[in-house]
């Protein structure tokens, strides 16, 4: 065996997200195996728009800081480097500055010097239209072709990078990079292509462990390791008491992916329709025959911003009269409180949205409930009111109350009073936040896109200086 | 003949992106995947007919080795509009549950 032949590019990746809770006798186990870096993304557009609208983490400061310090005093112990992908859940401007905030403070905390690497996806929405004005913007399906409207929808565009801005930025002597939005395998990816192992097999490694423990028996047990070679994979959990198997491993390409053989990313197809996944031991999996197939260089732009504002109440019915028929109960409902608006708001009633959804009957799915359903032993009934202002929606949340609360089982009964659980009756719940862009943008280069910025942390606490 | 529900150890839907919802179907033998996995209960056609969307965007991937079908539609509505009932389209799934295979 030559040299080359027994090259093994091994990442630690400690949870699916930071923030979600490393477990420390994890990393410690992980880092027996001596990996080469440690790697975790932090990003999703998996909880909807309004992360990426309004820019703030899903997970808690708290959470963020916690993970954050075991795994820089990890990356201290082990002299490794530590790459964060999509930092604060958007991955946008702000959200990997927020991040950044919290890393500067860990290091004055631990006293350790080191090179941070910040990069930067954010778009502007003028860019992205001379982009798209010369053809370089594409659309996915089932979407068109993109509109300047849509930009500026958008209170915050990124792109997602591609593992070469981090691969740059470790060369150029990062300890530790923190990422805008990228791909969730394009971070764990950039170690393992950086060192020379299999194209292919560093992607389909860094597709099985970006959730880090779902691809093992034990989903909770957070952190896995990576082993990435010349012609394929292993994978490992971190704890000795997990497993990986074939099943769950394969079964991994499934999850949260439309296709669970193609998966795109920026300057490529990963291709697993003949891979061949085996069990080494009882608790690793080895893959091999994944392919990479080169594709012109496209990153994916995700936008987001604010819509309309909702006011919402809700009443717990248990009335058997009302739960006999509820379907009937609802629409004359629907139909009274649609009038009482337009009664008392005019003109401006016509601005305003109202959804009835009885939990407990078929709210979830607002698909008709079937004949011969037997009727609910309660329902939560919950009114939504959307409009153009919180203003116009709290005023006809309030106008609609007594009907809400009120509304006879039957024309002209007697009024029954309905179980508010609050007061006040309504809850204002902000503005909606819309996803308007499903596009591509082809670039000449993968940093054509990136910003890059050096911020140093010195020994002694308190100081950090930014370049 | 079986429904849907009786031939499947595992059925679940989830978010694939903010602008599809995908459907993994586990059938619980390599028998009754061999004997359903390409039924006309389950067919493009149908699955757009439930979810209100074109059946030529429907894609469907019979994956052998796992006994599974996934089977991927574009979401009436990006996730997390107006009217979002579902947001991570977890529960999306059940209207597939009381199909009726042939």
């Known amino acids: 065996m030559t040299a080359a032949d027994e090259l093994s590019v091994r990442v630690l990746v400690p949870a699916g997200v930071l923030g979600w809770g490393v477990r420390a006798d994890e990393i410690a186990a992980g880092l027996d195996l001596k990996p080469h870096a440690i790697a975790v993304d932090a990003g999703s557009t998996d909880s909807g728009p309004a992360y990426l609208a309004t820019g703030r983490s899903k997970y808690g400061r708290q959470s963020v800081k916690r993970d954050l310090s075991i795994l820089m005093d990890a990356r201290r112990r082990a002299g490794i480097p530590l790459l964060i992908g999509s930092c604060g859940t958007s991955g946008c401007d702000m959200a990997v ?5 919290i890393a500067k403070e860990v290091a004055c905390e631990q006293g ?14 003028k860019d992205l239209k001379v982009r798209n004005a010369n053809g370089k913007v594409k659309p996915l399906a089932p979407s068109a072709a993109l509109r300047d409207d849509s930009l500026e929808a958008c209170s915050h565009i990124v792109a997602l990078m591609g593992p070469e801005p981090y691969i740059a930025a ?4 990062a300890d530790i990079v923190l990422g805008g939005r990228t791909t969730d395998t394009a971070v764990l990816a950039a170690i393992p292509l950086m060192r020379g192992a299999n194209v292919a097999a560093a992607w389909h490694a860094a597709k099985i462990a970006e959730c880090g423990g779902l691809c093992t028996i034990h989903p909770t047990s957070p952190g896995v390791m990576m082993s990435v070679d010349r012609h394929g994979f292993t994978m490992e959990p971190l704890s000795p008491q997990n497993r990986c198997t074939p099943e769950t491993v394969s079964a991994h390409m499934l999850y949260e992916n439309s296709d669970p053989f193609r998966l795109a990313e920026p300057g490529g197809v990963l291709d697993v329709t003949d ?5 080494i031991d009882d608790r690793r999996v080895r893959v091999t025959g994944s392919r990479w197939e080169t594709k012109p260089y496209t990153m994916k732009l995700e936008g987001a911003g604010g819509g ?27 139909r009274g409180l649609r009038q009482r608006l337009v009664r008392t708001l005019g003109n401006e009633a016509g601005k305003i949205d109202l959804s009835l959804r009885p939990y407990g009957w078929n709210a979830v799915s607002g ?12 329902i939560g009934l919950m ?3 959307t409009a153009p202002s919180q203003e116009l929606a709290t005023e006809a949340a309030r106008v609609s109350n007594p009907l809400f609360f009120h509304f006879p089982v039957r024309e002209g009964s007697e009024l029954p009073s309905y179980a508010f659980p609050f007061s006040p009756a309504e809850i204002e719940r902000g503005q909606v936040f819309e996803f308007h862009l499903n596009h591509v943008v082809h670039t000449a280069s993968p940093f054509e896109l990136v910003r890059t910025r050096w911020v140093d942390v010195s020994a002694t606490p308190g100081k950090a200086a930014s370049a | 003949m079986p429904k849907l529900k009786d031939v499947c150890r595992y059925v679940r839907s989830k978010n694939a992106g903010p602008f599809w919802v995908t459907v993994d179907l586990f059938f619980d033998s ?8 390409d039924d006309p209960a389950i067919s493009s056609e149908v699955i757009a007919a439930i979810y209100g969307v074109e059946a030529a965007l429907v894609k469907r991937f019979p994956v052998k080795s796992l006994n599974m079908v996934k089977i991927s539609y574009p979401r009436a509505t990006p996730q997390g509009g107006v009217h979002e009932r579902d947001m991570h389209s977890g529960q999306q799934f059940v209207p597939l549950l009381e199909l009726q295979f042939r």
């Not at chain 1, 500055?97 to 905030?101: K, M, P, Q």
Request: proline letters at 8%; zero cysteines.
């Open chain 1, 308 to 334: 309309p504002f909702q006011t919402m109440m809700l009443v717990g019915i248990e009335d058997p009269a009302v739960l006999a028929d509820v379907d009937s109960f609802v629409a004359r409902m629907e």
């Open chain 1, 383 to 385: 009114l939504v009111v």
């Open chain 1, 275 to 279: 891979s061949h996944y085996v069990a």
């Open chain 1, 367 to 378: 698909r008709a409930a079937g004949a011969g359903a037997p009727p609910p032993r309660e």
């Open chain 1, 97 to 101: 500055d927020d991040t950044l905030e």
């Open chain 2, 30 to 37: 390599a028998e009754t995947y061999a004997k359903y996995h």
């Open chain 1, 170 to 173: 470790i060369d150029a002597g």
């Open chain 1, 112 to 125: 350790s010097a080191l090179r941070i690497a910040v990069l930067y996806s954010e778009q502007s929405p």
